[in-house]
């Protein structure tokens, strides 16, 4: 075998080229394992499990889950962290239902007002940490209180019924799957594209694996990381207003927890958590995962203690997998 140094740049790029698409359809191959493991294990030990209703019933919870997971892919690919999505799920909520019963608008107006909020949290998110090179971690801590306390004042702390106006959005279509299903299924896709096949992306990824080399590249770290957290931002309004379509109300408690359980989904699908490596595929396969265990569990009979110890045990098991796997 040649001494690398005596490869042509386009061999170079070939051979890097294979070595990712390699560790990639390892990872994916993985992750769909596990997950047919899981389904055949839960087929076996329960008598409904392995039906259409069963997968319907997954499918159609997971829409919201499974967009806030994949921003939250994208700011924990730059080495980031978001700790206020559920917060911000919440206040974008409770605006949009205050837009559609307290201000009467329509909701092609309330829609744009929703986004809009969830944007802005993101914004202030992504220019306190790249501008001010504050830590991730307080910054988003900070906002999951300002934007919960946020959602209580708009809301009065009170649910708020929408109603018809927004309940058609979660109607189920083809062999009952939803479109908020649909919808998910389009920004993974969207995403992973993005990801895979834009200079944002590739962006992305660089300032993950080392932020300083990729200044000295020439990437726009501080606008990159902006733009990120912003994204996230927005599509968690987006799954806010998934979440008040299926719930037909404004709950100023919703999300409680969601940041835990996307950055669950996130590791799972194999997104380091030291940045610069990941997939919304492989993440849009986690929150599978993690839907099918708890419904799989619910079946068993398993009690809420149970179940917090299976998913936990689960996250530590993908967060070591992650530690060896960037050793090797």
């Known amino acids: 075998m040649k001494p690398l140094w005596t490869l042509s740049p386009q061999s170079h790029r070939r051979k890097m080229r294979s070595a990712y698409l390699y560790r990639a359809l390892a990872d994916y191959l993985g992750l769909v394992a596990a997950l047919a493991a899981l389904i055949l294990f839960f087929?076996?030990?329960?008598?409904?499990?392995?039906?259409?209703?069963?997968?319907?019933?997954?499918?159609?919870?997971?829409?919201?889950?499974?967009?806030?997971?994949?921003?939250?892919?994208?700011?924990?690919?730059?080495?980031?962290?978001?700790?206020?999505?559920?917060?911000?799920?919440?206040?974008?909520?409770?605006?949009?239902?205050?837009?559609?019963?307290?201000?009467?608008?329509?909701?092609?107006?309330?829609?744009?007002?929703c986004?809009?909020?969830?944007?802005?949290?993101?914004?202030?998110?992504?220019?306190?940490?790249?501008?001010?090179?504050?830590?991730?971690?307080?910054?988003?801590?900070?906002?999951?209180?300002?934007?919960?306390?946020?959602?209580?004042?708009?809301t009065g702390s009170k649910t708020h019924y929408i109603g018809a106006s927004i309940e058609w959005i979660s109607a189920r279509g083809a062999m009952g799957f939803s479109i908020p299903f649909a919808v998910a299924l389009v920004v993974v896709a969207v995403s992973q594209l993005m990801l895979s096949h834009t200079i944002f992306g590739r962006s992305m990824f660089a300032i993950g694996g080392n932020e300083e080399a990729a200044r000295l590249s020439g990437i726009p770290v501080g606008r990159v990381k902006t733009a990120v957290y912003t994204l996230c931002g927005g599509l968690v309004a987006l799954a806010a207003v998934i979440h008040c379509a299926r719930l037909t109300a404004a709950d100023p408690n919703a999300g409680i927890g969601y940041e835990l359980q996307a950055i669950a989904a996130v590791v799972i699908g194999g997104t380091s958590l030291m940045g610069g490596r990941g997939s919304v595929i492989n993440?849009?396969?986690?929150?599978?995962?993690?839907?099918?265990?708890?419904?799989?569990?619910?079946?068993?009979?398993?009690?809420?203690?149970?179940?917090?110890?299976?998913?936990?045990?689960?996250i530590i098991v993908a967060v070591v997998l992650d530690y060896y796997r960037r050793r090797v």
């Not at 993440?283 to 998913?311: C, D, M, S, Y």
């Open 43 to 113: 087929s076996l030990t329960t008598e409904y499990f392995f039906t259409l209703t069963t997968f319907r019933t997954i499918a159609n919870q997971i829409p919201d889950a499974v967009i806030i997971a994949t921003g939250m892919t994208f700011v924990l690919i730059i080495a980031g962290i978001d700790l206020s999505v559920g917060s911000v799920l919440a206040l974008s909520g409770a605006v949009l239902g205050l837009a559609l019963t307290g201000w009467q608008l329509p909701l092609l107006l309330a829609l744009p007002i």
């Open 115 to 154: 986004v809009a909020v969830g944007l802005g949290c993101g914004a202030v998110n992504g220019i306190l940490v790249a501008g001010w090179r504050l830590p991730a971690f307080i910054v988003t801590l900070g906002m999951l209180e300002a934007a919960r306390g946020g959602a209580y004042l708009v």
């Open 283 to 314: 993440t849009f396969i986690g929150v599978i995962i993690i839907a099918v265990l708890e419904n799989g569990l619910v079946q068993l009979g398993a009690q809420e203690p149970i179940k917090r110890l299976v998913t936990g045990g689960v």
